[in-house]
């Protein structure tokens, strides 16, 4: 999956990503955090039902969001964290 979201980071045509119900590892979410930081493009973010791999992935996820400028829609309902990390 990492694999996929670092082949969309320059996509100069990539207006919506669809994830929706996925198990998002470290690697992955790094990769979608790399996608969030460096597209310019992207508008539309669905990640509803994802399953993150730990609290990691989805620390990764919210501090992208921070970088980008281009996000207009993110939908994170039904979203599940496998780590529980209070730190």
């Known amino acids: 999956l990492e694999y996929f979201f670092e082949g969309l980071k320059y996509n100069s045509t990539l207006r919506s990503i669809d994830a929706t119900f996925?198990?998002?590892?470290?690697a992955a979410a790094l990769a979608?955090?790399?996608?969030l930081r460096v597209n310019t493009t992207l508008a539309d973010l669905n990640?509803?039902?994802v399953k993150f791999g730990s609290f990691k992935s989805l620390k990764y996820i919210v501090e992208a969001i921070g970088f980008n400028n281009s996000l207009k829609t993110l939908r994170l309902s039904k979203i599940?964290?496998?780590?529980v990390d209070y730190d």
Request: hydrophobic share 30%.
């Open 32 to 35: 979608l955090k790399e996608v």
């Open 47 to 49: 990640l509803t039902g």
């Open 22 to 26: 996925i198990d998002l590892n470290e």
């Open 80 to 83: 599940e964290n496998r780590e």
